[in-house]
Structure formats: C-alpha cells, structure tokens
Nanobody, 129 residues
Framework: QVQLVESGGGLVQVGGSLRLSCAASGRTLSDYTMGWFRQALGKEREFVAA???????????YYADSVKGRFSISGVNAKNTVYLQMASLKPEDTAVYYCAAVLAPGGRRLFQRAEYDYWGQGTQVSVSS
C-alpha cells in the first residue's frame, strides 16, 4: 500500500506561485509514475502533470496543455516526496489538487484517472483575480 499526503495549497493572487508537495509512505516510489490531477467545483477531475523514471534512470515529465510552461513537476526525491511548482497562476487554476501514484516505470504516459491506483486527499488551491 502507498499512502499519499498533499500539502502546500492556499490562496494566491493572479500571477502568483505555489509549490505543492506530495509525501509518500508505504513504498519507495522509484518505480512509480507520480501524477497530479485537479478538480474544480462542478467539473471532472483532470490530469495536470506526471513524472516517472525508467529502469535506466531516464527521467520523464509531461503536462496538460493548459499548464505547460507554467507548472513543473519534480521526480521523487530521497524523502519520497514529489513537488508541483506552479507559477503564473490564473483563476482557472482554482481547484482541489490531488497527488496520485501507480507502479509504472518511465516510458508510458499515463493521463487517465483510472490508470492510477493510489490517491491523496487533495489540497485546495484558490487563485483570486
């Protein structure tokens, strides 16, 4: 079992930045794909970004078009934590952000909610105009 706990959400003004953290326990996540999703009020949960590492050590990161160039996802560090650095935030980025994980080394791109096995409880990000 993998337990995920998100933190770092909050209220920020348009154009501001936030860094979300996802701390994992229960497993070492070196062979996992780590994803961030978000769900705005009344909308479906959507993919934001994901990262993974191949057995050869190649690092992969990929993003939804809506956040490319503004968000950056890290790989899993020695503390079993992955980060989502968000910059140039917009009101449409307002949502609950969820961390997710699945045992899948790098190379495959996993965009669908159903492809992930483990989820955190979410952290609220609100961007005010």
């Amino acid at each position: 079992q993998v337990q995920l706990v998100e933190s770092g959400g909050g209220l920020v003004q348009v154009g501001g930045s936030l860094r979300l953290s996802c701390a994992a326990s229960g497993r070492t996540l070196s062979d996992y794909t780590m994803g961030w999703f978000r769900q705005a009020l009344g909308k479906e949960r959507e993919f934001v970004a994901a990262s993974s590492r191949s057995g050869a050590g190649t690092y992969y990161a990929y993003y939804a078009d809506s956040v490319k160039g503004r968000f950056s996802i890290s790989g899993v560090n020695a503390k079993n934590t992955v980060y989502l650095q968000m910059a140039s935030l917009k009101p449409e980025d307002t949502a609950v952000y969820y961390c997710a994980a699945v045992l899948a080394p790098g190379g495959r791109r996993l965009f669908q909610r159903a492809e992930y096995d483990y989820w955190g409880q979410g952290t609220q990000v609100s961007v005010s105009s």
